[in-house]
């Protein structure tokens, strides 16, 4: 299996610009989940899906971000407009159903930089 | 609400020496708990994991975990540290009770060996 992808690997945009991560779970997963990871606070996750359902969203920051899962092979995290603050890099991970459930395997992330 | 805390911040080895990094969580329930690896550069690997059972785990790369539910403690151990082993490690929990599958992270431990 190729593993979680994501892309792009690496974003610079600039302060206001729309931008959007994109991330493809490993087949047969059922839960997706985006966290970002900085400097000042760590690893902490945004939102998750199971079964493209979301079922947590409470880490995301603001309105600002959102998120999609229309497929179970895909999914989105957009941030519009975007601010210097949101530079990070973001890791989409994806685990099966079931009590295997609770492992998690990680995506290489995106580093976004917003200028 | 689950927490995680990992003490050491920052660890200097020589190669051969033995390690051991801190990690404890804070929720009175069941908990999964995992440890996870990030190389310089690259995304999060899963090490071990403890879901039930034998409290002593073992992981890839001759790493072993010990799960001491009095101390709310999944301490990392390796018996010879590498100059490869220079990373950052993580320490993870989720609750099976609550069906909550997201991670919760502590703050990591960067691991610098000297050869």
């Known amino acids: 299996d190729a593993g979680v992808i994501q892309s792009p690997r690496h974003e610079v945009t600039e302060m206001g610009q729309e931008v959007t991560l994109r991330c493809k779970p490993i087949?047969?997963?059922?839960?997706l989940f985006w966290y970002r990871q900085t400097m000042m606070r760590g690893l902490e996750l945004l939102i998750y899906?199971?079964?493209?359902?979301?079922?947590?969203d409470s880490g995301m920051p603001e309105d600002r971000f959102s998120a999609k899962m229309p497929n179970a092979s895909f999914s989105t995290l957009k941030i519009q407009p975007s601010e210097p603050r949101d530079s990070a890099v973001y890791f989409c991970?994806?685990?099966?159903?079931?009590?295997?459930?609770?492992?998690?395997?990680f995506g290489p992330g995106t580093r976004l930089t917003v200028t | 609400a689950q927490s995680v805390s990992q003490h050491n911040h920052h660890v200097i080895l020589s190669e051969a020496a033995s390690l051991e990094l801190g990690c404890n969580y804070s929720?009175?329930?069941?908990?999964?708990l995992f440890w996870y690896v990030q190389y310089p550069g690259q995304h999060l690997q899963l090490l071990l994991k403890?879901?039930?059972?034998?409290?002593l785990v073992k992981g890839i790369k001759g790493f072993e975990a010990e799960f001491i539910k009095s101390k709310f403690s999944f301490n990392l151990r390796k018996p010879s540290v590498q100059w490869s082993d220079t990373a950052e490690y993580f320490c993870?929990?989720?609750?099976?009770?609550?069906?909550?599958?997201?991670?919760?992270f502590g703050s990591g431990t960067r691991l610098q060996v000297q050869p």
């Open positions: 991970a994806s685990s099966e159903g079931g009590q295997r459930g609770y492992e998690q395997y």
């Open positions: 087949s047969g997963h059922n839960s």
């Open positions: 899906f199971n079964n493209n359902v979301p079922i947590d």
């Open positions: 929720y009175g329930g069941t908990v999964n």
């Open positions: 403890y879901f039930s059972g034998d409290p």
């Open positions: 993870a929990v989720n609750s099976p009770n609550t069906g909550r599958r997201a991670l919760t």
